[in-house]
């Protein structure tokens, strides 16, 4: 089992609907998360964090934890043709870890 | 510098052949990572540093992979006799504080742009 699955896409979705990105990992210990976009051909950018269960809204951006069920996801609401990008889960672990585990990136496309 | 700077952007080498990837990070950040993405796959941990020391290089794949911080600043990923396996694109990230400590911007993980490794 991957540290840090996710769904690999490509997810489409219509302009303006929520898009919902999700990411699943293995280690019970894991005390915080990150959600990344990454447009082709570039570096990952840190579009938000998260460290306590329930929900954490930054503008059109929320995050969702679920630490019992070792599930997070990232909700985009209105969503933009300019949010087409690969979405990349990161998860840093616990016992004391200072790296981040990532998923294989789901592939978000949003048609105008 | 404004944001973390990697040299050089893109390198083509002979399977072989010795290669060094130049990190510089953002002035002031104490923690360094490299990262390895291959196509479509999300990046995969080599090593951290802490200030001057390698704090986890359990990332590594084998021992043709080094990579070096002599002080604190700049780092260089040193890759011997390559494969043609290696070719990824070698992501550089620093923050201020390492990943994840306390709950504050400090810990942010900001990439640089990345060196595009070719092994032909």
């Known amino acids: 089992q991957k540290e840090v699955e996710q769904n690999s896409g490509p997810l489409s979705v219509p302009e303006g609907a929520i898009a919902s990105l999700n990411c699943t990992y293995s280690d019970r210990g894991s005390q915080s998360f990150f959600w990344y976009r990454q447009y082709s051909g570039k570096s990952p950018e840190l579009i938000m964090f998260?460290?306590?269960?329930g929900d954490k809204e930054d503008g059109r951006f929320t995050a969702q934890l679920n630490k019992a069920s070792q599930y997070v996801s990232l909700l985009i609401r209105d969503s933009q043709p300019s949010d087409s990008a690969t979405y990349l889960c990161a998860v840093k672990g616990g016992q004391g870890a200072q790296k981040l585990v990532f998923g294989q990136g789901t592939r978000l496309t949003i048609n105008p | 510098g404004a944001g973390v700077s990697q040299t050089p952007s893109n390198k083509v080498t002979e399977k072989g052949k010795y290669v060094e990837l130049r990190c510089d990070p953002i002035s002031g950040h104490t923690a360094l990572y490299w990262y390895r993405q291959s196509l479509g796959q999300g990046p995969e941990f080599l090593i951290y540093f802490q200030g001057t020391g390698a704090a986890d290089d359990s990332g590594l794949p084998n021992d043709r992979f080094f990579a070096v911080r002599p002080e604190g600043s700049v780092s260089t990923l040193k890759i011997q006799r390559t494969e043609r396996g290696d070719s990824a694109v070698y992501l550089c990230?620093?923050?201020?504080?390492?990943?994840?400590?306390?709950?504050?911007?400090?810990?942010?993980?900001?990439f640089g742009e990345g060196s595009w490794l070719t092994v032909v």
């Open positions: 990230a620093s923050s201020l504080y390492p990943a994840g400590t306390g709950q504050t911007s400090g810990n942010t993980i900001y």
């Open positions: 998260i460290y306590s269960n």
